[in-house]
């Protein structure tokens, strides 16, 4: 599955728009301070620092590139709209990865339909070292199961095993009681369980 | 009387209040040792995803265009400036009429002019009279038209600003 996203060479940086080397680094609150008073650069600068982040977000709940990266972008411009109601007692990082696990829930649940799973995703594997192709397929699996999962489940497994959430953080995100946190997780893992292990 | 999925799962959630409890039976029990070894082995397999790169940045797609205040709100600005211009043009020819023709003193002249002008102001402040006020012209109906045009711009102006800087705030 998805050979094309992994061909892409993880040290990809994007440009640095808003500060050059010689300065020191704003931290992330200065540019949301910049950013609130209207400065896109500032705004643009944060982007830089988490669009890898809150792209992996919609790709693992998602996965399909092409959408995680539009959903990616409209995290961004929503967490613009809501940035008089950041939190400046936390951090920019965990809040923006929050609002994009909501968006991709509310994106599969708009969708109703889902769409049948492309299991020939990643055919072209054949000219990569051995080693290397046993991790990009059993990185597939895993994602495989994770989009095979019910769209609550996905974001309830997000949330717990990517962003650390407690039950109780993780209720509050989702507005959803306690139980069903639990309920989804757990049914959650089951399924993973049994797909992932399940004998050949 | 083995531990439920439930209790193995909040117990590597870290979200039990049982956990002597439950390490008791799990040190006594294979069976229940096995399954939380399995359970341990799907969470390390969901985290070792790694994270993969995006084929482009958003950066450049998100500032400064997508950022900027919508283009109805800024052609405010260009209508802005047509009324005001609207304005002057209406108001010209009734200051024309008020205003005596300008001739152009030579510098001596103004300096000359300005130093009376102090002194005639010196002269008024130190003998502490207080000027009185002109009588102001009749109401005509020019004077009236130009009060409504510059009513009115500046109401325009005073919303479009309003507006402007409402976005600007919550930006
Ligand atoms: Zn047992």
Redesign the interface.
């Known amino acids: 599955m998805s050979s094309v996203a992994e061909n892409i060479p993880a040290t990809f940086s994007p440009p640095n728009l808003y500060y050059n080397s010689a300065m020191t680094a704003p931290t992330d609150r200065d540019l949301i301070v910049s950013a609130m008073r209207g400065d896109g650069d500032a705004f643009g600068e944060l982007v830089a620092r988490y669009q890898t982040n809150v792209f992996n977000v919609c790709y693992r709940i998602l996965h399909e590139r092409g959408e995680a990266e539009d959903l990616a972008q409209e995290t961004f411009l929503r967490a613009h709209q809501r940035l008089d109601q950041f939190d400046f007692e936390r951090e920019f990082g965990p809040w923006v990865r929050r609002v994009a696990a909501n968006l991709c829930l509310n994106h599969l649940e708009s969708q109703k339909v889902a769409a049948p799973l492309d299991e020939d995703r990643d055919a072209d594997e054949s000219q990569r070292p051995e080693r290397q192709v046993e991790v990009r397929e059993r990185s597939e699996q895993i994602r495989g199961a994770l989009a095979s999962l019910p769209p609550h489940y996905r974001v309830v497994v997000e949330l717990r095993h990517y962003q650390e959430m407690s039950y109780d953080e993780i209720a509050a995100e989702l507005k959803i009681p306690l139980s069903d946190v639990k309920s989804h997780l757990f049914r959650a893992r089951k399924l993973l369980a049994e797909k992932l292990h399940a004998p050949d | 009387m083995h531990l439920t999925?439930?209790q193995l799962?909040?117990y590597l959630?870290n979200?039990t209040a049982e956990r002597a409890q439950i390490e008791t039976h799990l040190a006594s029990c294979a069976d229940c040792a096995t399954r939380l070894t399995?359970?341990q082995t799907?969470?390390a397999?969901?985290?070792?995803?790694?994270?993969?790169?995006?084929?482009?940045?958003?950066?450049?797609?998100?500032?400064?265009h997508?950022?900027?205040l919508p283009r109805w709100l800024t052609l405010t600005a260009t209508l802005q400036a047509a009324l005001a211009l609207i304005a002057i043009l209406l108001a010209a020819p009734v200051f024309a009429t008020r205003l005596p023709v300008i001739q152009m003193p030579s510098f001596a002249d103004l300096l000359l002019q300005l130093q009376s002008q102090w002194a005639l102001f010196f002269d008024t402040i130190t003998t502490y009279q207080l000027p009185t006020l002109p009588q102001l012209p009749p109401l005509e109906i020019s004077t009236f038209v130009l009060s409504f045009t510059l009513a009115g711009a500046s109401l325009l102006w005073l919303v479009g600003n309003g507006l402007l800087l409402r976005k600007?705030i919550?930006?």
């Open positions: 999925d439930d799962n909040e959630d979200e399995a359970l799907l969470f397999e969901i985290e070792s995803l790694p994270d993969l790169a995006l084929s482009r940045s958003l950066a450049p797609r998100l500032t400064p997508a950022l900027a600007q919550r930006n």
